[in-house]
């Protein structure tokens, strides 16, 4: 499966905790994140992460894009609900192509954690 993962600043630390817990799972299949995300996901865990453009810089549209084409099965994506920014726009596209798409989408380590124990995850 080919997963996208993006977190917002304030949920890196989310992102980072649940990518370590998750390695094992997650080394079996396709990475990709936006900037920083990829960074501190590899930091992390030493997995191997195909960096996008940071979110603001056209990272979420990338990874939408992705979606559009049916070249992402998941989308993990930690975002800040309590924080305003600049790219606020494609982040709401972002989420209204993953339930186009019907992509399973994660916004935070709980559902997350749903997503990746579900049985559907290796069908």
Known sequence: ??????????????????????????SRH????????AQVVHRATGLDIIAL????????????????????????????????????PDVKALLRLSVLYDIPTACNKRTADFVISSPE???
């Open 53 to 88: 453009k940071s979110g603001p810089l056209g990272g979420d549209q990338q990874i939408g894009a992705m979606i559009a084409e049916g070249k992402v099965d998941v989308l993990i994506f930690f975002w800040d609900p309590m924080d305003t920014h600049p790219h606020d």
């Open 30 to 37: 396709t990475l990709y994140a936006t900037g920083t995300t």
């Open 121 to 123: 995850w290796s069908a």
């Open 1 to 26: 499966m080919t997963i996208a993962l993006i977190a917002h600043d304030a949920k890196k630390t989310d992102m980072a905790e649940w990518a370590e817990y998750n390695k094992g799972t997650l």
